[in-house]
């Protein structure tokens, strides 16, 4: 799979930031879409970790080196700097302890690339002030009783949580669809989806 237009837009954002030959490690990799893409376009050497038996195994029919296994247990098995960088995408939401993978992916990587939903976007917003009810969003499209637990995350509540863990950020990607939005005050009214590269 050579063609970036099959990605989900934030993963093709994340894939212009990682350099031919690198070694990739993909948190809660799913069915291993952006790997197989690494993989055939940048030549890196690449690994998943993934929670799901069925993200697993479509990992491993499309080629993809899949580890199954709960985020918050397996990293510690990583020597330090083990991987060039380590991708969390749409996955922050989910996790337990958020600040504790963010330890161990700048651990184990030489740098971290997350991307999540942002419930600060003007629509959320709005859903939410006239219907009284959790919104649906592009990233996360299926109703609160059905999806996986997640908590609501916006840019702003990112940008605070680095500055408390002493994560530095190095460069933001916001889209708004698959348009990308400039870096400006208004950041959390107008992306959907936020990119950020952390060290």
Known sequence: MNDKTNLRADLRAVAELIQPGEKVLDLGCGDGTLLRYLLDAKQITGRGVELSEEGVLTCVRKGVS???????????DYPDDSFDTVILSYTIPYLNDPA???????????????SFPNWGHWRCRLSFLLTG?????????QPWDTSPRARPLTIRDFGEFCER?????????????????????DK?????TAIFELV
Do not use: S
Not at 100 to 114: D, H, P, T
Not at 188 to 192: D, E
């Open 66 to 76: 899949v580890r199954q296994g709960d985020l918050h247990e397996g990293l510690g």
């Open 100 to 114: 504790f993978i963010m330890k161990e992916m700048l651990r184990v990587g030489r740098r971290a690339i997350v």
């Open 133 to 141: 009810r959790i919104p649906v969003t592009p990233g996360l499209p």
């Open 165 to 185: 863990h002493h994560v530095r950020i190095t460069q933001e990607i916001y889209l708004q669809g698959a348009h990308r939005v400039p870096v400006r005050r």
């Open 188 to 192: 959390n009214l107008r992306a959907t």
